[in-house]
């Protein structure tokens, strides 16, 4: 069974730093991408960050600049490193993930639980 488990989420001071982990575990023949998205309260889940399986990032205009999205391939894991923050970057932070778990093709998505992101003073 194939799992998505984030980490590394708090609460942190404005201007602070806070660095997410999402480790990919379970029978994964190859990782075409990785996600992270966010879900401000009231708000619907955005996509914030990407990342393809030969390195190629992107970002949404909101965090760009300051966070940044990085994954080890041999590890099936995956980061985002979030400077700056802001109160608005408040959030359950969710690592998303396009997969072959078959070994002959085809692509399928996970989530993982998510893990809360709060920037407060």
């Known amino acids: 069974q194939v799992q998505l488990v984030e980490s590394g989420g708090g609460l942190v001071q404005p201007g602070g730093s806070l660095k997410l982990t999402c480790a990919a575990s379970?029978?994964?023949?190859?990782?075409?991408?990785m996600y992270w998205y966010r879900q401000r309260p009231g708000s619907e889940r955005d996509l914030i960050a990407s990342i393809s399986s030969s390195g190629l990032a992107d970002y949404s205009d909101s965090v760009r600049g300051r966070f940044s999205i990085s994954m080890d391939n041999a590890k099936k894991t995956v980061y985002l490193q979030m400077n700056g923050l802001i109160p608005e970057d408040t959030a359950v932070y969710y690592c998303?993930?396009?997969?072959?778990?078959?070994?002959?093709?085809?692509?399928?998505?996970?989530w993982g639980q998510g893990t809360q992101v709060t920037v407060s003073s």
């Open positions: 998303n993930a396009d997969l072959n778990t078959n070994g002959v093709g085809g692509v399928s998505r996970y």
């Open positions: 379970g029978t994964i023949f190859d990782i075409y991408a």
